[in-house]
């Protein structure tokens, strides 16, 4: 699964588009290394997107598609 899609579907970003901005304007990280919107996420991969409101979170699993709200913290934990 791409990051930008990744962001969007756990709820860490509202839209896809905007996740790709962000993750083209070089704020995104995976593992200590910028990376595009295009990136594929791993399970294990930390993620770190910096900004005003700095996150941190782990990839504990990949969603299958678009998940509810309530079940979106089981796929990332906040470090």
Do not use: C, W
């Not at 970003?13 to 593992?31: F, H, Y």
Request: net charge positive.
């Amino acid at each position: 699964m791409r990051i930008d899609d990744f962001l969007s579907t756990v709820g860490i970003i509202k839209r896809r588009s905007m996740a790709k901005e962000i993750a083209d304007a070089g704020q995104v990280e995976v593992n200590g290394r910028r990376v595009k919107p295009s990136y594929d996420v791993r399970i294990n991969d930390i993620i770190v997107i910096k900004g005003i409101h700095p996150v941190k979170i782990e990839v504990i699993k990949l969603p299958p598609g678009s998940v509810a709200k309530a079940t979106r913290t089981e796929y990332f934990k906040p470090l």
